[in-house]
């Protein structure tokens, strides 16, 4: 267990809705890390929060947004979902906002697209 | 951005070391590299890093020549339970840059 809770573990809906993905981060950390892995594919890298302020941001669809809240926990909002949204997103957490810090990823939650 | 590449997939016995390569060409002077594991349907997690040279840990070695455009993560003695996808990840000591894993090597232990 890395300490690092992500909820829902499923989550099945429509084409063109909107739904929300939470992270709570290892108690402690202050960055959060989100990624978006398809089936069978490598991580890719969303986006990054440190206490509160993005970080950095990798190839995240203007459809996707994310925030960290005070008690800094996370949010990853999807919205206009399409099939190919389809994936295993995951959320990792570290203790500072450097690169190279170690991530303790969360379980994932599981988003299928119908 | 270091640009990775990594070999699909291994395939290994029981008992043999695993050499795994990952190119990161363009990496850049602050990057150090850090390898990752995943088994099917879990979180990635940490196996090792470093930044030149050689490091050990009491699971793998990681081996960085000195011109650092690759990295070689060596596990000794594998077990069935070592199958799982492989990740490095060149990241810098440094914050406010967009991570960029490797597209992981996938290792499958045979008994």
């Known amino acids: 267990d890395s300490g690092v809770t992500q909820t829902p573990k499923h989550l099945i809906t429509a084409t063109g809705q909107r739904v929300t993905l939470r992270c709570s981060p290892r108690s402690g950390d202050l960055s959060v890390y989100w990624y978006q892995q398809s089936l069978d594919q490598g991580l890719q890298f969303l986006i990054q929060?440190?206490?509160?302020?993005?970080?950095a941001k990798g190839n995240i669809l203007e459809r996707f947004s994310a925030q960290q809240f005070p008690d800094l926990h996370s949010e990853l909002n999807l919205s206009s979902l399409e099939l190919g949204d389809s994936a295993l997103y995951f959320c990792a957490s570290s203790t500072r906002d450097r690169g190279y810090d170690e991530q303790f990823f969360g379980p994932g939650t599981r988003l299928t697209v119908l | 951005l270091a640009k990775t590449t990594q070999p699909i997939s291994m395939d290994s016995y029981e008992g043999q070391e695993v050499n795994i390569t990952c190119s990161h060409n363009?990496?850049?002077?602050?990057?150090?590299i850090t390898w990752y594991q995943q088994f099917p349907s879990q979180g990635p997690r940490f196996i090792i890093q470093?930044?030149?040279t050689k490091v050990t840990n009491e699971v793998a070695s990681l081996f960085i020549p000195a011109d650092r455009k690759s990295s070689t993560l060596s596990l000794p003695r594998v077990s069935l339970s070592d199958t799982a996808v492989y990740y490095c990840?060149?990241?810098?000591?440094?914050?406010?840059?967009?991570?960029?894993f490797g597209s992981g090597t996938r290792l499958q232990v045979q008994p």
């Open positions: 470093g930044y030149k």
């Open positions: 990840l060149p990241a810098s000591n440094t914050g406010r840059r967009a991570l960029t």
């Open positions: 929060y440190y206490n509160g302020e993005e970080r």
């Open positions: 363009n990496i850049a002077t602050n990057d150090y």
